[in-house]
């Protein structure tokens, strides 16, 4: 079994200052975790993977995530926000077979001037 | 490229209502997959189809059939609806089961009533 949990359902920054969103994780496996990014009416979008590569793994838009397996977290930083950084974001793991990934409920992101 | 293309963008139904939820790709992808997406619950998957000719159960597949029309085409149909379906519906497409990445639609928004 696997579950995500996705510690804050809504964070606000100012602009420029560092995003952390929080994100940990529960898998039987060696997981593949990401972070998919939602616009307002939009589809979602990849901005990073894990695949048991690099532990520290760099995304668009000057995103990045770290894998601490010992903490069974995977963490989304920047470090400074922009206004077009607000959106819904989304940790996702994928363990075991098939590609069925299994979503967090989501961080609202507000960057405020 | 248009990438996954859904429709229609929005829609109305009355309970009892049929209707179906038009999905394609155009990447050339094996794997298709649909989703709700419900305030605070993250995406959940409805049914998936690893590979053109097959589709397997997801999370919450009561009261929805999928057909693969082809390899590009996959669509999601509700017989009779109910208010407890309204939600926004993603499909998104992977390169194969085993493949983590998957690429999202622009959704659907369907209200039954």
């Known amino acids: 079994a696997q579950s995500v949990t996705q510690l804050d359902s809504h964070v606000s920054v100012s602009e420029g200052t560092p995003v952390l969103l929080r994100c940990n994780y529960s898998?039987?496996?060696?997981?593949?975790l990401f972070w998919y990014v939602q616009h307002p009416n939009k589809g979602l979008q990849l901005l990073l993977k894990?695949?048991?590569?690099?532990?520290l793994v760099k995304g668009i838009n000057g995103f990045e995530a770290e894998f601490k397996k010992s903490e069974t977290s995977f963490h989304l930083t920047k470090p400074s926000a922009h206004m077009s950084d607000a959106a819904e974001y989304f940790c996702v793991v994928n363990a075991g077979t098939a590609s069925k990934l299994t979503f967090g409920t989501g961080t609202r992101l507000q960057v405020t001037l | 490229n248009a990438g996954v293309t859904q429709t229609p963008k929005f829609q109305v139904l009355k309970t009892g209502q049929s209707m179906t939820l038009q999905c394609a790709q155009d990447m050339n992808h094996n794997s298709m997959y649909w989703y709700r997406q419900d305030p605070g619950m993250g995406l959940r998957l409805i049914y998936y189809s690893a590979s053109e000719g097959t589709t397997d159960k997801g999370e919450v597949p009561n009261g929805y059939n999928v057909s693969r029309l082809n390899k590009r085409e996959f669509s999601l149909r509700l017989e009779s609806a109910a208010p407890s379906q309204t939600s926004v519906y993603f499909c998104?497409?992977?390169?194969?089961?085993?493949?983590?990445?998957?690429?999202f639609g622009p959704g659907t928004r369907l209200t039954v009533t």
């Open positions: 898998s039987s496996y060696s997981p593949s």
């Open positions: 998104a497409s992977s390169e194969a089961a085993d493949s983590y990445e998957q690429y």
């Open positions: 894990y695949t048991s590569a690099a532990t």
